[in-house]
Structures are given as structure tokens and as C-alpha cells.
């Protein structure tokens, strides 16, 4: 081959090099801002337009605008666009997405070469040998499809996982409010029993100095009503850190809920006839976002034993090349393989399998689980629904009680001690059944929580699962 020739060659295999070269990627570093990030948190609120084009992505009516009053629905948007927990969920499916990609590459050809210069040349016609040789990986077996499939497999468990933060998300939110929504109505009830007890201790005080009660009735009177205020200034204070549980749930900063106002309304507990069927029951035990993150990852277990047992094969690298041998051309093609003949990759075999039985029995561990806790909270559910129907006899008793009392207090019958006494046992009542409802409200969570199904009509119309791209805030 003429000198120019092998200079020619030599020169294309550079250029390629620096050309493959010039394509790759450069690092761009991304530091952390702590104090903006901070600041950014502190901003958060409520009105921004950005939580607004949000919603009416999730198609909340673009009438409803201004937020008149923030219920269940209003509140769990606002925490699908502001709580972190989803925006790691979403960076966690991205990385799986990245080793997708990883799991698809080919394995890059190798080039070599090499330069010698010998002192002696009789018979040669150049002193020179150049050499450039290839490697050229060629997998078998199916392996680089059997590693997609396997990445694959955990990009759809991290993206169910979405959902599935989502709806953690969402569980923890309506608990908040439930228990915010009921500390204000059991503060409500307490400021109208302290009241009526004011009234009765300034009753009794003038008695005493009329010298119709004791010091001992006053002095009861008087332990109650400091008993009364004690409960009602610690329930205030739980209510303002329930309000701060609430944000933290919602993910906004506490001074964000100051200027809306909140549904303080508690949901209407459903019939014991009207709870989920049972063909909504055996729906989760198959579509649960957790079922099917777990036969995500099974079937990705199953791939991996896939990929191991292909490993059996040996892989194959080729190795053209060109020796110029001091004026002399040669062509060589050499192969390589690893040979199985220590061992048949036994051993990450049997970590496969086993890890694919593992997977298979959480996967069973899983459903039993869930059948237990829909048996639990079915039960519970009605229950608790026993109960309530009780305490509301009992306050419809009361009521009607009072309403004699009233009659007879007017008629002159009992005196307005006695009625006020009457008004307390009505509220002691209405408090039974404020009890009752929680218990009922707490039990249908957790019912909605077992069927991983909203059971009301308060709920956005897609969780996250749906919606993956990251909102704009």
C-alpha cells in the first residue's frame, strides 16, 4: 500500500474519532438555591393564575372563578400542583425513563492501533509497521431486549407510582380537613356550653346570696365552668394547628389559607345500601394503583430472570483489522467469547428467580391485604353507622325534650335554671353525634382507602397517573 495511502487511512480513523468525539454531550451544573427555593415556598398561595390554568386543565368549570369557597375538590387540585411529594414521584419515573434508554444502548465498537519503527530493513522496503484493528461487541440471546423489557417494566411501576402519591396525597389532605372541619364545629359547641354555663354560675350566685343554694352548688357550678374554658382554649389552639396541618397537606405555607375561606361543611355519611358493590370491590383487588405497580415490578422480575438466563450465551466480539508489516499488507479477522466452562451463570440465575418468588409473594401478601382491610372498613362502616343513627335518636330526643321545657318554662312551670340545664343536656348531645359522625366519616375514608376509589362526587376528574407532566408553578 503507498505511504499516502496508509496516512490516508490513518487520517479517516482520527477524523471519525474526533468526529464521535465532538458529539458528545457537555455537562451544565445546577445548583440548588436554598434561600430561593424558600422564598419561592413562602410565595405560594391560593389566587396564583398558574394554580388557576391548572384546575381548568383538570376541568374544573372556568365559571367557578374566583373560589368562592375552598371544599375537598378545590383543595386536593391545589395539592396535585403544589405538594413535593408528587413532584418526586415525577422525577422518579424520569430517572426510570433515563435507564430505558440505557437499557437499549448497543454496546460501542473499540479501535486500536499501533506505530513501530524497525532499525534493521534488509529486505524490507519500509522501516515502518502501522497496525489499526476493531472491536466489535455482537450481542446474543436476546439480551439487550430482555434488559428494555425489564426497564420498561419499572418505568410503568414508577409511573403508576404517580398515582399512587397522588392519591396518598389526596388521603392525607381530606383527612385534615375532616379533622379541622370538626375542631371548629366541637368549638362552636363548646363556646354555646360555656355560655349556658355562665349563665347558670350567675344564677346560682345570685341563689347563694338569696340563700336558696350552698356554697357547694356555686362552687360546682363554678369547677365545671372552669373546666369548660380550659377544653374550649386548648380546642382553639388544636384548631390553628389543625389549620397548619391543613397547608402542610395542601403544601402551601400557613399565611396562604388566611384570605380564603374554607367548606367547613362535614360530607354526608352514605346509607349502609349504597356503599360500593361488589364488583367495585373486586375491580381494586385487580386495578389498585398499588396492585399494579406490584405486577409491574413481578414482570419486571421475570425479565431480569430473562436476561440472566440468556447470559448462558456467550457474547461474541469480532475483531477485523490491517497490519502494514514494512511494506507487506495484512488483513486479519480475529473473534472473541467468554467460554462457560467455570461456571453456566448459576448464580445470578437462582438471585432471579428468587427474586421474581418475591415478588410474587408480595404481590399475594398485597391482595390479601387489601381483602382484609375492604372486610374491615365494610364492617366498621356500618358500625359506625349504628352508632350514629343512635346519637341522632338521642339528639332528636333531646330536642324534643328541650322543646317541652321551653313550653314549660314560658308557662311558668320550671324555672329558667331548670331550661338551661335542659339546653346543656341538648348540646352534651349534639356533641355525641358530632363524635359519631367523625367515626362514620373516618370509617368511609378508610373504606375509600381500601377501594382506592373516591366514594363522593367531590374529587378531581383524573389523578396525576394521568396528568405526568410537571405543572408550571
Known amino acids: 500500500m503507498p505511504l499516502n495511502s496508509r496516512y490516508s487511512l490513518l487520517s479517516l480513523v482520527t477524523a471519525a474519532c474526533l468526529t464521535v468525539a465532538c458529539a458528545n454531550q457537555t455537562y451544565h451544573p445546577k445548583a440548588i438555591d436554598a434561600e430561593k427555593k424558600a422564598d419561592q415556598f413562602a410565595s405560594r398561595n391560593l389566587d396564583s393564575p398558574e394554580l388557576q390554568s391548572y384546575m381548568l386543565s383538570q376541568g374544573y368549570p372556568a365559571n367557578a372563578f374566583p373560589v368562592s369557597s375552598w371544599g375537598i375538590k378545590e383543595l386536593t387540585l391545589a395539592a396535585f400542583f403544589y405538594h413535593p411529594q408528587l413532584a418526586v414521584a415525577r422525577a422518579q419515573w424520569q430517572s426510570a425513563q433515563a ?37 466489535i461487541p455482537i450481542e446474543t ?59 347558670i354560675v350567675q344564677m346560682l350566685q345570685k341563689r347563694l346570696e338569696a340563700g336558696i343554694v350552698s356554697d357547694i352548688d356555686l362552687a360546682t357550678a363554678r369547677l365545671q365552668q372552669q373546666k369548660l374554658l380550659n377544653t374550649l382554649a386548648s380546642e382553639t389552639a388544636r384548631s390553628a394547628e389543625l389549620r397548619a396541618e391543613l397547608a402542610m397537606a395542601i403544601g402551601i405555607p400557613i399565611p396562604a389559607l388566611a384570605d380564603i375561606q374554607i367548606d367547613e361543611k362535614l360530607p354526608t355519611p352514605r346509607p349502609v345500601d349504597n356503599l360500593p358493590s361488589a ?27 430473562k436476561l440472566e438466563i440468556a447470559k448462558q450465551q456467550p457474547d461474541l466480539v469480532l475483531s477485523p483489522g490491517y ?17 462457560g466452562l467455570l461456571n453456566k451463570n448459576e448464580g445470578p440465575i437462582a438471585e432471579a428467580e428468587a427474586l421474581r418468588e418475591v415478588e410474587a409473594r408480595q404481590f399475594e401478601a ?108
Open 99 to 135: 435507564k430505558e434508554i440505557t437499557a437499549g444502548q448497543k454496546p460501542n465498537p473499540a479501535v486500536s492501533g499501533n506505530i513501530e519503527h524497525h532499525s534493521k530493513t534488509e529486505g524490507g522496503v519500509s522501516p515502518w509497521t502501522l497496525g489499526i484493528g476493531f472491536d
Open 279 to 305: 364488583d367495585l370491590q373486586r375491580a381494586a383487588l385487580l386495578n389498585r394503583l398499588d396492585i399494579r405497580s406490584a405486577l409491574a415490578r413481578y414482570d419486571a422480575a421475570e425479565q431480569k430472570l
Open 141 to 199: 440471546g436476546d439480551k439487550r431486549q430482555a434488559r428494555v423489557d425489564q426497564a420498561a417494566s419499572l418505568s410503568e411501576a414508577a409511573r403508576i407510582d404517580i398515582g399512587q402519591q397522588a392519591w396518598e396525597v389526596r388521603s392525607r389532605l381530606r383527612t385534615s380537613l375532616l379533622e379541622y372541619s370538626a375542631a371548629l364545629h366541637h368549638t362552636r359547641l363548646l363556646q354555646r356550653e360555656a355560655d349556658l354555663q355562665a349563665a
Open 323 to 339: 497490519i502494514f508489516d514494512q511494506g507487506d499488507n495484512l488483513w486479519t479477522l480475529g473473534f472473541s467469547m467468554m467460554l
Open 366 to 473: 398485597l391482595q390479601m391485604r387489601i381483602i382484609g382491610e375492604q372486610s374491615q372498613a365494610l364492617a366498621q362502616y356500618a358500625s359506625r353507622l349504628t352508632e350514629l343513627d343512635k346519637a341522632e335518636n338521642m339528639v332528636t330526643a333531646q330536642q324534643q325534650h328541650i322543646a317541652r321545657s321551653e313550653r314549660q318554662y314560658k308557662a311558668g312551670y320550671i324555672d329558667r335554671l331548670e331550661w338551661t340545664a335542659t339546653q346543656l343536656e341538648g348540646i352534651a348531645a349534639e356533641q355525641g353525634r358530632l363524635a359519631a359522625t367523625m367515626r362514620v366519616l373516618k370509617a368511609l375514608a378508610a373504606l375509600e382507602d381500601a377501594l382506592q376509589h373516591p366514594l363522593d362526587e367531590h374529587t378531581p376528574l383524573a389523578l396525576p397517573e394521568q396528568n405526568l407532566e410537571e405543572p408550571q408553578s
